[in-house]
């Protein structure tokens, strides 16, 4: 069996048909489907399992909530696939997303494919570099190591889970086995670019990622900042020898990830004065106090980022809150 796709499912009656629609209706049929039921409270699990009495390639797991970086570990571990193909339960894919894959795959033998994307039904995003090409170990360093993580203006290689396909070995190793809400698709991507021997760069787009009102982007609560120290502690482990290498990048995304949970801190009903206290105290964790010793940025926000970091302007942070 060539893919395992892997869906994890939550509270999403009103999207999760159309996601299972358009992958049993795929044109390659060499495929098993794995749901991750983590812990719905809606009718997700009831249309889940109409679907799996239609069809024997899917297959129902159920844990309780537990996020949905480890529901996909939990689907992965399971899996039967020679690769892992992440589709989440808001989206939906083209009728022939799975044969482009394969196609590259048994034309190319290559570790990782990633492809570019569509937002909702029309806006396309393309990936820097994406231009239908193989890097070999020498392409990945050359090409994408200078921003995997986080360059000095803070671009960054695209680290979602999805429109992509791993050797199921090297996903597996990279998962997260720790809660991470924000920034969990990097934690487990970049250690698999930089282990990886061959990735191949798509220009096509066959995955259209769905912005919803009930995405985390458009959810304003305040974030938790044990996400950016657990990002901080998943690629120490997972980059081991490699990390020192990647450390003033690693130093940029921590920096970025504290100063986005930082203008969260300000959503709700909280004060000004129990948010700045809350930062405060957030922002002298010795990892996000280190990280922030040797920040540096170029542009408009990485620059914004490194004064308000550095000299504690949580006034700053307070004001672009209300701008985003």
Same mark, same amino acid.
């Given at each position: /069996?060539?893919?395992?796709?892997?869906?994890?499912?939550?509270?999403?009656?009103?999207?999760?048909?159309?996601?299972?629609?358009?992958?049993? !209706?795929?044109?390659?049929? #060499?495929?098993?489907?794995?749901?991750?039921?983590?812990?719905?409270? %809606?009718?997700?699990?009831?249309?889940?399992?109409?679907?799996?009495?239609?069809?024997?390639?899917?297959?129902?797991?159920?844990?309780? !909530?537990?996020?949905?970086?480890?529901?996909?570990?939990?689907?992965?571990?399971?899996?039967?696939? #020679?690769?892992?193909?992440?589709? #989440?339960?808001?989206?939906?894919?083209?009728?022939n997303y799975?044969?482009? /894959?394969?196609?590259?795959?048994?034309?190319?033998?290559?570790?990782?494919?990633?492809?570019?994307?569509?937002?909702? %039904? @029309?806006?396309?995003?393309?990936?820097?570099?994406?231009?239908?090409?193989?890097?070999?170990?020498?392409?990945?360093?050359?090409?994408?190591?200078?921003?995997?993580?986080?360059?000095?203006?803070?671009?960054?290689?695209?680290?979602?889970?999805?429109?992509?396909?791993?050797?199921?070995?090297?996903?597996? !190793?990279?998962?997260?086995?720790?809660?991470?809400?924000?920034?969990? @698709?990097?934690?487990?991507?970049?250690?698999?670019?930089?282990?990886?021997?061959?990735?191949?760069?798509?220009?096509?787009?066959?995955?259209?990622?769905?912005?919803? #009102?009930?995405?985390?982007?458009?959810?304003?609560?305040?974030?938790?900042?044990?996400?950016?120290?657990?990002?901080? !502690?998943?690629?120490?482990?997972?980059?081991? @020898? %490699?990390?020192?290498?990647?450390?003033?990048?690693?130093?940029r995304l921590?920096?970025?990830?504290?100063?986005?949970?930082?203008?969260?801190?300000?959503?709700?009903? $909280?004060?000004? =004065?129990?948010?700045? =206290?809350?930062?405060?105290?957030?922002?002298?964790?010795?990892?996000?106090?280190?990280?922030?010793?040797?920040?540096d940025s170029?542009?408009?926000?990485?620059?914004?980022? $490194?004064?308000?970091?550095?000299?504690?302007?949580?006034?700053? /942070?307070?004001?672009?809150?209300?701008?985003?």
């Amino acid at each position: /069996m060539l893919f395992s796709v892997v869906v994890p499912v939550y509270n999403v009656e009103n999207y999760v048909s159309k996601c299972l629609e358009t992958l049993i !209706n795929q044109t390659f049929k #060499d495929f098993e489907l794995i749901i991750v039921n983590d812990g719905a409270t %809606d009718c997700s699990l009831s249309i889940c399992k109409e679907y799996a009495k239609k069809d024997k390639r899917i297959r129902i797991i159920t844990q309780e !909530n537990k996020g949905l970086a480890i529901a996909r570990r939990t689907g992965a571990l399971k899996a039967k696939g #020679d690769y892992i193909v992440n589709v #989440d339960s808001d989206d939906w894919v083209d009728e022939n997303y799975l044969e482009e /894959m394969a196609n590259i795959i048994n034309n190319c033998h290559v570790d990782v494919v990633c492809m570019n994307h569509y937002e909702n %039904d @029309d806006k396309l995003i393309q990936n820097a570099n994406f231009n239908d090409i193989i890097l070999d170990k020498e392409g990945i360093k050359k090409v994408i190591y200078p921003y995997l993580i986080r360059n000095v203006r803070y671009e960054y290689f695209r680290p979602t889970a999805w429109a992509k396909a791993f050797k199921r070995e090297l996903f597996t !190793n990279n998962t997260c086995t720790t809660r991470i809400q924000v920034g969990e @698709d990097g934690a487990v991507i970049c250690p698999i670019i930089v282990q990886s021997n061959n990735i191949y760069l798509s220009s096509k787009a066959y995955y259209h990622y769905r912005i919803s #009102d009930g995405s985390m982007i458009q959810n304003k609560k305040p974030r938790n900042y044990s996400d950016v120290i657990n990002v901080y !502690n998943h690629l120490k482990d997972k980059l081991g @020898d %490699d990390f020192e290498k990647f450390k003033l990048q690693v130093d940029r995304l921590i920096c970025h990830l504290a100063f986005n949970c930082s203008i969260t801190q300000f959503y709700g009903d $909280r004060s000004y =004065k129990e948010a700045k =206290k809350i930062i405060l105290e957030n922002l002298n964790n010795p990892i996000i106090s280190e990280a922030i010793k040797h920040i540096d940025s170029k542009g408009f926000k990485g620059n914004l980022l $490194r004064y308000s970091l550095k000299h504690h302007r949580i006034y700053l /942070m307070k004001l672009y809150s209300y701008i985003m």
